[in-house]
């Protein structure tokens, strides 16, 4: 077992050149994926996976080595090989002690990997009918499940060793409806760091009823108008926006190169001040949750703007090495051993306010009600952005009135932050895989009821 290698000699020989830090990161991980299109299964893949990836810095430059081959020996012989990629210079001293950390619960009620296949396929077959049930415009269906037990260890050269055992379950639904010429596409996922207990809170059919009905409605709905418009984001509809457009340029390597719109601001107002984002990866079960880090830092939560100001970025260890005054706040994270650690959210959200969400609606006579965020861009650099919605409607009348597709929500983070003027006090999640430098990660993001009184709405009137 890896926790019983010599990690000072390990690290010893690493840093033998020079260097002021080294860790490795250990994975063996186990997956099972299910996919249903066009009424078939058409895949069952199940696969295991080790490797070790040795990281070394060195005048704040990280050079990076990995491989499948985990024996001691071959862990030396990748030590060597990343010493010789490390500038020369005096190496630090390295521990001599490395007692192992105590766990973080992240126990499981029924690991996926003591359901038969068949079991899995069941959901998905299940889902896969219910998408089709709704309605005969329902022409493709595709369902993907996922599960997932990676168990980790990371140990660095200041002493540290810690494991972790972790288990993602997912379900997806994607579904077509046509009429016509037109064609509208329905989503829904379901899934978090958790076993096969999912489906015990988590009907596969009203997932995919979900995803067939949003595909249905689009076909069914009028162009959106387009202009200038108060718009309120419901829970439900996720928390794209604030991942997107705010998350990924309150994160260290963005914000402390200068590459953000938020970038030396800390201490200053950048929202409303009924406003506050945090970042948690202590959350029970969701998506992004951890026990460690990828770099062996305990998961934290992280106030990122409290009442509309600025109270700091997430950072990882190399970020909290180059700035002085910033220390990592546990959001190092890595897609496999093939990666090196780099700043990323885990679970972020808008925290909940006082008010409720219907009277917001109520109090909004006018508008567009965005029930399900799609996908979009933004500018980290100056904070613009531009995002889809998947499912919305008119307001009339402080109701809830036609529902719309082909609407676009454009702005600028900062400036929309600033103008929202009522939050309610429920929070709903979305779920997703986080794409950055080659790399994805499991996330979650959030948001209460929220009301932006003015902002672009692109669309078609009709």
């Known amino acids: 077992?890896?926790?019983?290698?010599?990690?000072?000699?390990?690290?010893?020989?690493?840093?033998?050149?020079?260097?002021?830090?080294?860790?490795?990161?250990?994975?063996?991980?186990?997956?099972?994926?299910?996919?249903?299109?066009?009424?078939?299964?058409?895949?069952?893949?199940?696969?295991?996976?080790?490797?070790?990836?040795?990281?070394?810095?060195?005048g704040l430059k990280t050079s990076y080595a990995y491989g499948?081959?985990?024996?001691?020996?071959?862990?030396?012989?990748?030590?060597?090989?990343?010493?010789?990629?490390?500038?020369?210079?005096?190496?630090?001293?390295?521990?001599?002690?490395?007692?192992?950390?105590?766990?973080?619960?992240?126990?499981v009620s029924i690991a996926p990997d003591t359901v038969e296949t068949a079991g899995k396929v069941a959901v998905v077959r299940?889902?896969?009918a219910a998408a089709r049930a709704i309605d005969p415009r329902v022409r493709q269906v595709k369902v993907v499940y996922a599960d997932k037990r990676q168990k980790v260890v990371m140990a660095n050269s200041e002493g540290l060793l810690v494991e972790e055992d972790r288990t993602y379950t997912l379900l997806v639904v994607q579904a077509v409806a046509a009429e016509k010429d037109l064609i509208q596409t329905g989503y829904e996922p379901a899934g978090g760091l958790m076993g096969f207990e999912l489906f015990d809170d988590v009907d596969p059919a009203r997932v995919a009823e979900t995803a067939a009905r949003r595909s249905v409605r689009s076909?069914?709905?009028?162009?959106?108008?387009?202009?200038?418009?108060?718009?309120?984001?419901?829970?439900?509809?996720?928390?794209?926006?604030?991942?997107?457009?705010?998350?990924h340029g309150l994160e260290a390597d963005l914000a402390l190169e200068g590459l953000s719109v938020y970038s030396g601001r800390?201490?200053?107002s950048v929202a409303s001040r009924v406003i506050t984002v945090v970042d948690d990866a202590r959350m029970p079960q969701r998506r992004g949750s951890y026990g460690y880090?990828?770099?062996?830092?305990?998961?934290?939560?992280?106030?990122?703007?409290?009442?509309?100001?600025?109270?700091?970025?997430?950072?990882?260890?190399?970020?909290?090495?180059?700035?002085?005054?910033i220390s990592t706040t546990g959001n190092g994270r890595r897609q496999s051993y093939k990666?090196?650690?780099?700043?990323?959210?885990?679970?972020?959200?808008?925290?909940?306010?006082?008010?409720?969400?219907?009277?917001?609606?109520?109090?909004?006579?006018?508008?567009?009600?965005?029930?399900?965020?799609g996908g979009g861009q933004v500018?980290?650099?100056?904070?613009?952005?531009?995002?889809?919605?998947?499912?919305?409607?008119?307001?009339?009348?402080?109701q809830m009135g036609d529902p719309i597709r082909g609407a676009t929500l454009t702005g600028n983070g900062p400036q929309v932050l600033k103008s929202i003027d009522r939050v309610g006090n429920d929070l709903g999640f979305g779920i997703g895989t986080c794409g950055k430098d080659g790399q994805g990660v499991p996330v979650a993001d959030a948001q209460p009821t929220l009301r932006i009184p003015q902002i672009v709405v692109g669309g078609a009137a009709g």
């Open 379 to 398: 500018n980290t650099v100056n904070g613009d952005f531009v995002f889809e919605v998947s499912e919305g409607y008119l307001i009339r009348n402080g």
């Open 266 to 268: 800390i201490g200053e």
């Open 1 to 58: 077992m890896i926790t019983n290698y010599p990690f000072e000699k390990i690290f010893g020989t690493v840093l033998k050149k020079g260097g002021s830090f080294a860790d490795i990161y250990y994975e063996s991980s186990k997956i099972c994926s299910i996919v249903c299109d066009d009424n078939k299964i058409e895949k069952v893949i199940t696969g295991t996976d080790a490797g070790v990836g040795l990281r070394a810095i060195a």
């Open 126 to 128: 299940e889902a896969n």
């Open 339 to 373: 990666h090196h650690p780099i700043v990323r959210m885990s679970n972020t959200f808008i925290a909940p306010g006082e008010e409720d969400p219907a009277a917001i609606l109520q109090n909004t006579p006018e508008g567009i009600l965005v029930k399900k965020m």
């Open 68 to 107: 499948n081959r985990c024996s001691e020996a071959d862990v030396l012989a990748l030590a060597q090989d990343l010493a010789n990629a490390v500038e020369a210079g005096s190496g630090p001293p390295v521990a001599k002690d490395y007692p192992l950390g105590p766990p973080a619960n992240l126990q």
């Open 293 to 325: 880090d990828d770099e062996g830092v305990p998961a934290q939560r992280t106030v990122l703007v409290e009442k509309g100001v600025l109270k700091g970025y997430l950072c990882d260890r190399l970020y909290a090495m180059r700035f002085d005054g």
């Open 219 to 247: 076909l069914e709905a009028r162009k959106a108008p387009g202009g200038v418009m108060p718009v309120v984001l419901s829970s439900d509809a996720g928390g794209t926006m604030i991942h997107e457009a705010v998350g």
